[in-house]
């Protein structure tokens, strides 16, 4: 399953965004709620499901409308130096080791300083909080590099030992590939045997790039003032309203609204049974995702999963004419692909003995067979056949 992180500093609202994404809305309890510990949740990313384009009912989706799970990672507040250790540093590393792609978020309200504490809305210019995590990140990671450096050098004197597979090796918790160190190399246009210091400090940069993909989420958009927020946006930022979030799942829960994640608007259910306060509140979250387009939550996890990490939606099914499983379960699973890839990416997907056994596979909605080497779409629904079952 995709990991996502929510990173940034102190009292930027990533608690506040986790805890909305993760709470299981009554709409979607499809899905077994499984909290880890209290910074390990499930967050959904919303898709249109399949089932309506083939004219089906399904059991997995509301009214069209497919959740498919991520896990989402609330790492502990960091503050400048975090990879010397400061605040808690390692921890926080740990966290973002292993995540897939990184929400960062920024308190596009400027009310926390540069170390997370509280000031008043407007003073702090959030835009410089956006390098910073990239600069703790690039430092911890040279901090690692450096501490193999002196052996990798004295290795790279042997002959037919590539420099690119040592590090590769010195980060597997990072998934970086040798190919993507030498990509690296080149865009660089470095000798990494020969690198100088701050080359390596670049290199590293760019292995944090590469590895760790980053969307920049802008919350407390609803108190964000004009100014800055018109400085975030030039550099393509999200916004988001984390707390309009969790009030309005709180309200779902309640039975007060109607609302799916990622919906542009709300309705009331129970007007009448709403206090003058609770009103108010529902009026001011209304007028913040007409202006945001939705509260930002929902729309911060699909950006990082459709565009950050490349993700398709696609449907495994056993029964290519019912499209369903041998229980009769249609469209039971969805899968987060990445493009590109093929039936037999996604038989291993399913299972590793199916990849192995892999003959062909069959797309349910044309009933044809696909070759193996044929690249996936979204939103296909495919029948494996496999010499295991
Ligand atoms: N106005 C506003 N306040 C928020 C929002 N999200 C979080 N907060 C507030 O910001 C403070 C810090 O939030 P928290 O989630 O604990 O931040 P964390 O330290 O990054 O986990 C709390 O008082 C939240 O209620 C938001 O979208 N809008
Ligand atoms: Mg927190």
Redesign the pocket.
């Known amino acids: 399953m995709i990991t996502l992180a929510?990173a940034?500093?102190?009292?930027?609202?990533?608690?506040?965004?986790?805890?909305a994404a993760t709470m299981a809305n009554a709409e979607i309890a499809n899905y077994p709620f499984t909290t880890i510990n209290p910074n390990f949740g499930v967050a959904y990313v919303r898709t249109p499901c399949a089932c309506r384009s083939l004219n089906l009912k399904c059991g997995k989706c509301t009214e069209g409308v497919r959740f498919v799970p991520v896990n989402l990672i609330?790492v502990a507040?960091l503050v400048p130096d975090a990879h010397k250790g400061r605040g808690l540093g390692n921890q926080f590393l740990d966290h973002l080791r292993q995540a897939d792609a990184i929400l960062h978020?920024v308190?596009a309200?400027g009310?926390?300083d540069a170390e997370?504490n509280?000031v008043g809305v407007g003073s702090h210019d959030p835009s410089g909080d956006i390098k910073f995590l990239e600069f703790e990140m690039t430092m911890w990671v040279y901090g690692i590099l450096d501490k193999h450096w002196a052996k990798l050098n004295r290795q790279a004197q042997v002959k037919g030992f590539s420099i690119h597979q040592a590090i590769a090796d010195v980060f597997t918790g990072l998934k970086i590939t040798p190919e993507d160190i030498h990509d690296a190399e080149l865009a660089l246009k470095l000798d990494l045997v020969h690198a100088k210091m701050e080359d390596l400090v670049r290199f590293c940069a760019e292995m944090v790039r590469i590895s760790k993909p980053m969307l920049v989420v802008g919350?407390?958009?609803?108190?964000a003032p004009e100014a800055l927020r018109a400085k975030l946006a030039e550099q393509k930022i999200a916004f988001?309203?984390?707390?309009?979030?969790?009030a309005l799942r709180n309200a779902v829960t309640a039975k007060v609204v109607t609302y799916l994640p990622g919906d542009q608007k709300f309705t009331v259910v129970n007007e009448a049974s709403l206090s003058p306060a609770q009103k108010a509140g529902l009026v001011k979250i209304a007028e913040v995702m007409k202006q945001f387009n939705g509260?930002g939550v929902q729309q911060a996890i699909n950006r990082a999963v459709f565009e950050l990490l490349d993700r398709i939606v696609v449907y495994p099914v056993e029964d290519e004419n019912h499209y369903c499983n041998k229980q009769g379960e249609v469209l039971p699973d969805a899968f987060l692909m990445k493009k590109g890839s093929t039936p037999h990416d996604l038989a291993y997907q399913v299972h590793t003995d199916i990849g192995k056994g892999f003959l062909y596979a069959i797309d349910a909605r044309t009933k044809m067979r696909i070759k193996e080497s044929h690249v996936l779409k979204d939103g296909d629904v495919i029948k494996i056949v496999s010499a295991v079952k």
């Open positions: 929510l940034g500093k102190p009292n930027c609202g990533k608690s506040t965004f986790f805890k609330d507040g978020m308190d309200s009310g926390t997370g509280p919350n407390k958009a609803d108190e988001a309203s984390a707390a309009s979030e969790l509260t």
